[in-house]
């Protein structure tokens, strides 16, 4: 079996002040939370943005698994539509201590360059840091993290940079090569 070498970043915020929006990209693009947890679309919203890239942790969930985790008090999905076309998405998952993660963000391949994933970030972040507002019983948020690899777009740490998020763990490690899951076969 081959393998990739795969470096992993994680990085976070501790304030809500260390958010740094990028403006907003302009047309048609709006940001809706899908308040009915649905494994279908959340599956369809991570093979279409993460195919590319090789996301390939969670093709073997079942139905049950997925709807397991989507219906976790305080994890939420946010979709950025442009024009009402599925553009890209933000996971967010509350976690102990008042810690939220950002636990996937990416867009859709035919939607990136467009200055959508800085907006969608950003949109998301702040939504992080007010999640106890939406999740009676949970603690306000203290910190928002999240972690990039070499295998994701090209773009991602700088964006993340750019938002505010500091690094603060380096991971490297050997992992099975795979191939493109994609969305359908040859993605």
């Known amino acids: 079996m081959s393998t990739v070498t795969v470096t992993t970043w994680s990085l976070e915020q501790t304030s809500p002040d260390d958010l740094a929006p990028a403006a907003e990209p302009g047309g048609d693009v709006r940001i809706v939370r899908a308040e009915v947890p649905s494994p279908e679309f959340s599956r369809f ?57 950002i636990v996937y963000f990416g867009l859709v391949p035919a939607f990136r360059g467009r200055r959508i994933g800085g907006h969608l970030l950003s949109y998301a972040t702040a939504r992080a840091w007010d999640l106890a507002e939406r999740w009676p019983g949970l603690p306000a948020t203290k910190r928002v993290w999240l972690h990039t690899c070499s295998k994701d777009g090209e773009h991602a740490m700088a964006n993340y940079q750019r938002r505010g998020f500091r690094l603060f763990d380096t991971k490297v490690e050997e992992e099975p090569a795979v191939e493109t899951p994609g969305p359908w076969p040859g993605a």
Do not use: M
């Open 45 to 101: 919203l991570y093979t279409a943005v993460g195919g590319d890239i090789r996301w390939t942790d969670r093709l073997a969930l079942t139905y049950a698994q997925w709807q397991e985790h989507l219906d976790r008090p305080g994890t939420e999905t946010w979709v950025a539509y442009d024009k009402g076309t599925p553009a890209g998405y933000v996971e967010l998952q509350a976690q102990d201590e008042g810690a939220v993660e």
